[in-house]
C-alpha cells in the first residue's frame, strides 16, 4: 500500500534546482484538506509548476547557454515539458473517474527529468 497523493504535494527533478509543488485543480476531485490528484494532473505551469533552474543539456536553452559559456554548465529557468500521465497509478481507486496518483507514481519530462513525489501531501490515505 502506498499513500495517495493530494494538492500540495512535494515534488523533485533531477535536473531542478529546487522543489516544487503539484497544483491540484479541484473540480471533479475527491477532498481531504487538500485535492486529491490523478494521473492527469500533469500540464505544466498549472498542475507541475518549474523546479527553479533547470540544468539538462537536453533543454535547448541550456545546451545554448552552456555552448555560448563555452562548455560550462549554465543551468537556466526550468519550464517542465510534459506529453504523458503520471505512471502508473492506482487503476483500482478512480477519482473522477480517472486513476488516483500514489506516491510512487513518475513523470517524465521530455528535457530528461523523471519527476518524483518527494512528499505527497497526506499521511493518512493510502491506495493499493
Known amino acids: 500500500m502506498s499513500l495517495c497523493v493530494c494538492g500540495g504535494a512535494t ?6 534546482m ?3 509543488v503539484l497544483m491540484v485543480t479541484p473540480e ?3 477532498f481531504s484538506n487538500m485535492p486529491v ?11 507541475i509548476l518549474p523546479f527553479g533552474m533547470c540544468s539538462s543539456l537536453s533543454n535547448p536553452q541550456v545546451a545554448a ?3 555560448a559559456a563555452l562548455g560550462a554548465l549554465t543551468p537556466m529557468p526550468c ?20 486513476p488516483a496518483l500514489n ?15 518527494v512528499n505527497p501531501g497526506t499521511a493518512n490515505i493510502q491506495v493499493p
Open 11 to 16: 515534488l523533485k527533478c533531477p535536473f531542478g
Open 103 to 117: 506516491q510512487t507514481s513518475k513523470l517524465i519530462c521530455s528535457w530528461g527529468g523523471v519527476i518524483q513525489i
Open 79 to 98: 519550464l517542465p515539458v510534459i506529453s504523458v500521465p503520471w505512471t502508473p497509478g492506482s487503476p483500482s481507486v478512480l477519482v473522477g473517474g480517472k
Open 28 to 30: 471533479k476531485k475527491v
Open 18 to 20: 529546487a522543489p516544487s
Open 37 to 47: 490528484a490523478t494521473v492527469d494532473n500533469n500540464k505544466p505551469l498549472v498542475n
Open 65 to 67: 547557454a552552456t555552448a
